[in-house]
Every structure is written in C-alpha cells, then in structure tokens.
C-alpha cells in the first residue's frame, strides 16, 4: 500500500462548522489531490498540489480550501460545512511522468464526513 | 469538456465466467485510461491502464481494449474469482496527472460462487 494517510477517517459535524481533513504521505511525491466521492458521481476532483504552496482548483472546490506547507501533508478545509459536503474524500498523490512510480496515481482509504 | 460514461452499473456473473466492464469518452484529445478497483471501505487501487498509441492490454486474467475511432474502451476479466468482487472505475485524461482525470460512475461487480 501507497504511504497515505488520511485524519480522521471518520467524522460527524454540524451544519456551519469548520471542518480539516489532513493528508500525509511517505512516498515523497510531488503531486497530491483531494477527490470526493458520492453514489453516482464516480470521484471529482476538488483541488490538487503540485508543489509546497501550489495548489489550485479541481471541479468541485467551491466551499473548500486547501494548504500544503510540507511536501507530506496536504489539508482540506471546509469553512463551513453544509449538509450537501457529506461524503468520502479521498486524499491521492502521484508522481510526474518518468519517474519510477510508474505515473500511478495512488490513493489513500478514504474519510468519512457526515454534516449533520 | 471531457464526459465519461460507464456501463453497465451492476454485473453479476457466475465464478468462472468472464465479466466485460465498457466505457466512453467525450474528449478525442484524452490519451491515458486508467482503470481502478475499489474495496468496500478502501480506497480505489489501479488495477490496469492504456494509453491511446496501443489497441489491447493484459495482465494475466485482466484485459483491457482501446477503440480511438468510437472512443471507447473496455475492461475484461477472465476466469473470474469471488475476490474480484468490488466497484470498477474506469477514466479518462489528457495525461496521467488526477487534476485532469475524469472518472465513470463505476460498475458494482458481483462475482457468485
């Protein structure tokens, strides 16, 4: 398994609460990513890093933000979290083309985030 | 943009039996399709992947084909196993990088003893 993990791995909060989801990886890879996950949908993209301070949006990133001050650790934010942000958001890291990894983009096991 | 349809939603087969997972893409511009399995309460893992300048992939009971002209591609598994049992996602991109990816609903398989 892929050196990822995602805190906490469950969570209810209420309705207009701040919410932060850690990603912490051991693999050293450049690229990392918060996806979400609800029936139907497949995974859509919220936002993703390509470096320490280089974030930027995904498909989905309204009423979320992210920070990646280390090269390990990328954090999802949800200012205020809404009932419709209840979901499983997956944390992923991958490496640019031509590196050893072999362009594979690894995900981690998932959090779950109920807003109540 | 890009737009990846999956089919079917569910499939159900017999131990032994063959399962064919289809997908298609809107982008003719989309060069990279991974496909992923996912575990009930795991994270989705890369179980195969193709890029646009070959046909056909395999990887001992699995198989992936590439149709560029329809814009399609399908997942093939053989000799199927309880195991196989989970949801397959397939995606598309431009790339190998997720910022770009763009992933099917997925198919729950069922594989019955």
């Known amino acids: 398994d892929a050196g990822i993990t995602q805190s906490p791995r469950h969570k209810v909060t209420e309705t207009g609460t701040p919410v932060t989801l850690r990603c912490h990886q051991t693999e050293n890879h450049r690229y990392m990513y918060w996806y979400r996950q609800d029936p139907g949908h497949g995974l859509r993209l919220i936002h993703y890093s390509y470096g320490v301070k280089d974030t930027d949006k995904g498909e989905v990133s309204d009423g979320y933000s992210v920070s990646r001050s280390k090269t390990e650790d990328f954090l999802l934010t949800l200012e205020s979290a809404t009932s419709s942000q209840t979901s499983v958001y997956f944390c992923?890291?991958?490496?640019?083309?031509?590196?050893?990894?072999?362009?594979?983009?690894?995900f981690g096991e998932g959090s779950w985030l109920t807003v109540v | 943009g890009e737009n990846v349809e999956q089919h079917p939603s569910t499939l159900s087969v017999q131990e032994g039996d063959s399962a064919v997972i289809k997908c298609t893409y809107s982008?003719?511009?989309?060069?990279?399709f991974p496909w992923y399995k996912q575990e009930l309460g795991k994270g989705p893992q890369l179980i195969i992947d193709?890029?646009?300048?070959?046909g056909e992939k395999k990887d001992q009971r699995i198989a992936v084909t590439l149709n560029k002209t329809a814009k399609h591609f399908s997942l093939h598994i053989t000799e199927t196993q309880p195991e196989d049992s989970a949801v397959y996602f397939c995606a598309a991109s431009r790339d190998n990088y997720g910022q770009n990816f763009v992933f099917g609903p997925g198919t729950r398989l069922s594989v019955l003893p």
């Open positions: 982008d003719s511009a989309s060069n990279y």
């Open positions: 193709i890029r646009s300048n070959v």
């Open positions: 992923a890291i991958s490496e640019p083309l031509g590196q050893s990894s072999g362009n594979t983009i690894y």
